[in-house]
C-alpha cells in the first residue's frame, strides 16, 4: 500500500464550511474549493495552485466530494 493522502477535508459543518488537514494540521475551514489552494500556499507547498483537488491520490475528501460546499458563507 502507498502513502496515505496527506490532505483531508473534512464534511461540511451545519454552515456548510469544510475544515481542512495538511500532514495531520489543521490549515484552515474552507467554504469553496479555492479556500484549500490558498491554505495549502500559506503551509509552505510549493506549486500549491497546480494541485488536482479531484485527485483521490491527492485528497481525502470526507462526507462529500470537491462540488459540496454552502450556497454562500453564513
Same mark, same amino acid.
Given at each position: 500500500?502507498? $502513502?496515505?493522502?496527506? =490532505?483531508? @477535508?473534512?464534511? $461540511?459543518?451545519? !454552515?456548510?464550511?469544510?475544515? @481542512?488537514?495538511?500532514?495531520? *494540521?489543521? %490549515?484552515?475551514?474552507?467554504?469553496? $474549493?479555492?479556500? %484549500? @489552494?490558498?491554505? =495549502?500556499? +500559506? +503551509?509552505?507547498?510549493? !506549486?500549491?495552485?497546480? =494541485?488536482? =483537488? *479531484?485527485? $483521490? +491520490?491527492?485528497?481525502?475528501?470526507?462526507?462529500?466530494?470537491?462540488? *459540496?460546499?454552502?450556497?454562500?458563507?453564513?
Amino acid at each position: 500500500m502507498g $502513502p496515505s493522502v496527506r =490532505l483531508v @477535508v473534512y464534511p $461540511p459543518d451545519e !454552515n456548510g464550511w469544510r475544515r @481542512v488537514r495538511w500532514d495531520g *494540521t489543521s %490549515i484552515g475551514v474552507a467554504h469553496r $474549493p479555492s479556500d %484549500i @489552494v490558498v491554505f =495549502l500556499t +500559506a +503551509a509552505g507547498l510549493e !506549486n500549491s495552485e497546480e =494541485l488536482d =483537488l *479531484t485527485d $483521490p +491520490a491527492v485528497v481525502e475528501w470526507r462526507g462529500g466530494g470537491p462540488e *459540496t460546499w454552502a450556497e454562500s458563507p453564513p
